[in-house]
């Protein structure tokens, strides 16, 4: 069964620092998606992206995050400067772009992100 | 977006059934209910979407009642690998739209 694929699985970073979180998305799927969860808290939605741009984007989603699909598989999260509270599980996701009834969303197994 | 509430833990004996409600009194006419299970340090798992009545796959059954205001997950015969968070989300379903997850419920299920 294909599935989303996310690296690294744990990326450890000092504050200040630059990180890009990978994932590599169903093929035929259109839509993307990032999502965060803080340890203990829920799942919070990020941002969406289609036909090679963002489709809508959360609050917390501020201009230290931008997206990018570099080509045809990969779809990355970059953070320019990352915060203490940034330290998270980050899931990708993806869905696919014809109507499967329940547009359902599959998600990637997270980036732990850990800020020091 | 319609809020709902679920309750914050539910225990459990493998072997049974487990129902798991939510409540989402201000449902509109055009959301359809969607249940994710998300098991420790995993990524969310669909399980399961309906609008009304009844819905039943290979993991689970949705109860829905005539009035829509709340739902009921039911999982038959649970096992310890059922041991999970499980989400109720109440939208509209449309292709490349966000998920809302709330607190979920997290099941613990004892051999």
């Known amino acids: 069964e294909p599935e989303v694929t996310q690296t690294p699985s744990h990326q450890v970073t000092q504050m200040g620092q630059e990180v890009i979180l990978r994932c590599v998305p169903i093929?035929?799927?259109?839509?993307f998606y990032w999502y965060r969860q803080i340890l203990g808290q829920k799942v919070e939605f990020l941002v969406s992206?289609?036909?090679?741009?963002?489709?809508?984007k959360s609050e917390i989603f501020d201009d230290q995050f931008s997206v990018e699909r570099p080509d045809g598989s990969n779809f990355t999260l970059k953070i320019r400067s990352t915060k203490l509270e940034d330290s998270a599980m980050y899931f990708c996701?993806?869905?696919?772009?014809?109507?499967?009834?329940?547009?359902?969303?599959?998600f990637g197994p997270g980036t732990r992100l850990t800020v020091t | 977006l319609a809020k709902t509430t679920q309750p914050i833990s539910m225990d459990s004996y493998e072997g049974q059934e487990v129902n798991i409600t939510c409540s989402h009194n201000n449902i509109a006419t055009n959301d359809y209910i969607t249940w994710y299970q998300q098991f420790p340090s995993q990524g969310p798992r669909f399980i399961i979407q309906g609008y009304k009545t009844k819905v039943t796959n290979e993991v689970a059954s949705l109860f829905i009642p005539a009035d829509r205001k709340s739902s009921t997950l039911s999982l038959p015969r649970v096992s310890l690998s059922d041991t999970a968070v499980y989400y109720c989300l109440v939208g509209e379903k449309n292709q490349g739209g966000k998920l809302i997850f709330g607190q979920g419920t997290e099941l613990s299920v004892k051999p």
């Open positions: 992206f289609y036909n090679n741009e963002i489709s809508e």
């Open positions: 996701a993806s869905s696919a772009g014809r109507a499967t009834g329940t547009y359902e969303q599959y």
């Open positions: 093929s035929n799927h259109l839509y």
